[in-house]
Each structure stands twice: as structure tokens, then as C-alpha cells.
């Protein structure tokens, strides 16, 4: 129960007071990438092109429910706030001393970092790659770990181990639930696809349809060859290579989209490490008073 309430106080409240600024991120991406639609710079008749230009309820719905998980991680491992730094070190080097006495610690570990796993490459189709995507949860994790130099809490080797771990799992879910669900999936994905070179990357995922875009992006470049006037709607989408067209810029990925994703974590964590605590220590104080 105090488990549920800690976490229900803590990332509830970072939520809340991160609602006003998620909101104007979303708003700001929402009109940039309205405005990039209407200047013709994403002009795309394809799924992949309208990805670039389009960004949809499930994805905001997907950010907010990615800024509780962060907020909830943080409440979870303890990062102290701000106004209550005290250098205080107490570190483990040594990896997997307590894997025995204690594997429930090692369990829970990978378990908290596994939704952050799956809700990135969900939500952001650059990070589609199994190297970016857990490079972020060990840069997470990393970050976590320096800031409980400052706390009551032990710096330990193996939450970097077990969190990066459990990023990766959470991306391995991600491609099997992608692969059963594509189009529901991709409802709450936005922006580019990473570029091929990684064996793990989604868009490699299946050869006989690797084969097929290739035919499609074939065609699609014979026609924006002969295509005479700008306004022709392959001039636009990522399969023409944007031969042909008048606007060398038609289909680039908005800049305030590439950077969402970095922003919504920003917004989190200075949300918890400053505010946060002055509101969770009057909702813990009027707790204990109805009781």
C-alpha cells in the first residue's frame, strides 16, 4: 500500500505539474509541423511521408504516459532534489555481488526500465534501432546513478547493469508487438525511420516487404523524374529522393519533433528535482493528516 501511494504522490504530482509545459511542447509540434505541411515541404501521399507532417491524439496521449513513467522511475530510484544535495557517496563496483542473496533487487531492476524500452521506439521512429534505443536507458540510468551520489542512496554498478538490460527487453517487446500490430503501432509513432545499417532495426525486419518498398521506391522515382511541376504530390516523400522537385527541403523531419523526446525528458526531470518535492511533501502531509 505504501508502495502504490509513494508511487501514486510522486509521479502523479510530477505529472501534474509537468501537464502546462508537456502541453506547450505538444502544441509547439503540432502547429510546426502543421506549418511545415502548408509551406509544401511534406507534400507525401505515402504512410511514410505523412508520418513526417502528421502527428495524432495517440501520440500526445503516448508522450504523457512516457513523462509518468520517468516521473514514476525517478520517484522509484530516489533521486534527490535540488535544495536537498548532500555529497554522500556510498558506491559498488563490483557487479552481480548480491546475484544470490538477492535477485529480487535484480529483478525489479530490469522490470522498471523495460516500459521505457518499449514506449520510446514506440513513440519516436528515429530511435527504431536497438543501439539508440538502449543507449538512452543506460544514459538514463547513468544519470540516475550520479545524482544518488548525493543522497541516502548507494551508487551501484549493477542498477546501470539490470536498467540498461531492461531497456533492451522492453525494445524486444516493442519488435514483437510491432510485428503483430503495425498499424496500431504506428499510430503513435512520429517523425523519420532510422537508416538501414543496424540488423536490428525495424524496417528490416522482413525482407519480402524490404523488397517491396524497393519496387514502390522505384517507381515512385521514375515518376518524380518525369514530374514537371512542383506540385506533383510524390515531391515530397521519402521515396523520391526529392528528384525532380522544386523544394530541395520537401519531406525533412521538423526540428522541434527530432527534439521532443530530449525536451520531455528535460521537462520531467527539472520538474522533479525542483517543484515536485514542495507539492509531494504537502499532498504526504495532508495525507497523514486524514488519517
Known amino acids: 500500500m505504501l508502495f502504490i501511494l509513494n508511487l501514486a504522490i510522486g509521479a502523479g504530482s510530477g505529472l501534474a505539474l509537468s501537464i502546462p509545459f508537456l502541453g506547450w511542447l505538444e502544441g509547439t509540434v503540432h502547429k510546426r509541423m502543421r506549418n511545415t505541411a502548408q509551406k509544401g515541404m511534406a507534400q507525401c501521399s505515402t504512410a511514410q511521408g505523412k508520418g513526417k507532417c502528421e502527428i495524432s491524439g495517440w501520440h500526445t496521449a503516448g508522450v504523457f504516459l512516457f513523462a509518468f513513467l520517468l516521473a514514476g522511475i525517478l520517484t522509484l530510484t530516489g533521486v534527490p532534489a535540488f535544495q536537498e544535495f548532500h555529497f554522500d557517496a556510498n558506491i ?62 548507494a551508487t551501484d554498478i549493477d542498477d546501470l547493469l539490470m536498467n540498461t538490460m531492461g531497456t533492451w527487453l522492453g525494445y524486444l517487446l516493442f519488435l514483437a508487438i510491432n510485428r503483430i500490430f503495425p498499424r496500431t503501432c504506428g499510430r503513435f509513432g512520429v517523425g523519420e525511420k532510422p537508416e ?70 528535460a521537462i520531467v526531470i527539472l520538474i522533479m528535482m525542483t517543484l515536485q518535492p514542495l507539492l509531494g511533501s504537502v499532498l504526504w502531509n495532508l495525507w497523514y493528516d486524514l488519517r
Open 92 to 153: 559498488n563496483m563490483i557487479p552481480m555481488v548480491e546475484f544470490f542473496s538477492n535477485s529480487r533487487q535484480y529483478f525489479e531492476n530490469t522490470l522498471l526500465f523495460m516500459p521505457l524500452g518499449f514506449l520510446v521506439p514506440l513513440l519516436w521512429r528515429r530511435e527504431q534501432m536497438v543501439e539508440k534505443t538502449v543507449s538512452i536507458g543506460f544514459l538514463f540510468s547513468l544519470f540516475i546513478e550520479a545524482a544518488q551520489l548525493f543522497s541516502f542512496r
Open 196 to 265: 538501414p545499417g543496424s540488423l536490428w532495426a525495424v524496417e528490416e525486419t522482413g525482407s519480402q516487404e524490404a523488397k517491396a518498398e524497393g519496387n514502390v521506391q522505384g517507381n515512385a522515382e521514375d515518376a518524380c523524374m518525369k514530374a514537371q511541376t512542383v506540385n506533383e504530390e510524390c515531391c515530397g516523400s521519402k521515396s523520391c529522393g526529392n528528384k525532380g522537385c522544386g523544394n530541395e527541403s520537401s519531406g525533412a523531419e521538423s526540428p522541434v519533433c527530432r527534439y521532443e523526446m530530449e525536451l520531455s525528458f
